[in-house]
């Protein structure tokens, strides 16, 4: 009997130790998670929220360059006139359009839509633009309204957020 209440000690105490080592354990790694987690994700000042993305300075947008937001499954295109954010989904049934870096051209591998650096359907059954997101340019960051996509039915310049001398907040009037 006696035996009996040594072994279930003994079983308990191993119960314990192990939670202790298995709770010891979650107190030093979900710090270390979390800070991995803060690591990986791009630096973004304060006032990000899903519907106001930041996408970077002003300056990391090269003339001619078009740079994927993942985050935003979106794309920001660079043009001599200024930044215009695409919405990735294809206009024709909603796959994501890629960037074609060798082509210059969005592709659609759904159907095999083919849009230009501005969102201009080039081939393919899609029947309109990509759309596009509202940019706002506060202190030389630029800040996307990820969640607001706009359809149009042709580019239009007046669609460009403007980057010459900015200083203040501007939008496109799509
Ligand atoms: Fe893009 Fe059909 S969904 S071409």
Known sequence: MAHSTDSHDSISRRIFIISLIGGGAALVCAPVTKLAADFLRPI???????????A?????FEIGRVTHIPAGRLYL?????????????????????????????????CHGSEFDRVGEVLAGPAPRPLDVLPITIENEEVWIAATQPIERAAFDPAQLTRIDDVAQSESINP
């Open 56 to 60: 970077g300075r002003v300056a990391e």
């Open 77 to 109: 295109s660079r043009t001599e006139d200024g930044l215009l954010a695409l919405r990735q989904k294809c206009t024709h049934l909603g796959c994501a359009a890629q960037w074609n870096e060798a082509t210059q051209t969005f592709q659609c591998r």
């Open 44 to 54: 973004a000042p304060h006032g990000e929220t899903a519907n106001r993305l930041y």
